[in-house]
């Protein structure tokens, strides 16, 4: 096997797309508590550690879109109204970013700025 089949190989089984979550009503920013203890747990966060909150924890991290995925709608609260979107992967590269209206949220490229 040459370099180039090793790197044909990688290519075919690297993921095309990623995850990320989103807010998908308009409201607040927030994790019921159980998908915020079960983050906890998958992290091995102890009790008496600092508390966790839902801004602190980025979108992309893989123990978040398992508890939503696992918990579905218990991990919303009365205000929000969490999503996992698969985007391609060509957009971590390129860069990504949350924006945002009164609360409901969408996944944004990136792009540069000079002053």
């Given amino acids: 096997m040459n370099q180039n089949d090793i790197i044909s190989t990688?290519?075919?089984?690297?993921?095309?797309?990623?995850?990320?979550?989103?807010?998908?009503?308009?409201?607040?920013?927030?994790?019921?508590d159980k998908a915020i203890a079960m983050f906890r747990e998958r992290k091995g966060i102890t009790a008496d550690e600092r508390p966790t909150y839902a801004d602190e924890i980025a979108r992309d991290d893989v123990d978040l879109i398992a508890v939503l995925e696992t918990l579905g709608r218990k991990a919303n609260t009365q205000y929000s109204e969490w999503k996992v979107v698969e985007v391609p992967m060509w957009l971590k590269e390129k860069g990504w970013l949350i924006e945002e209206y009164d609360g409901r949220e969408y996944i944004a490229e990136m792009h540069c700025t000079w002053d």
């Fill in 10 to 32: 990688v290519e075919a089984t690297a993921p095309e797309t990623f995850k990320i979550v989103i807010n998908n009503c308009f409201g607040g920013f927030e994790l019921s």
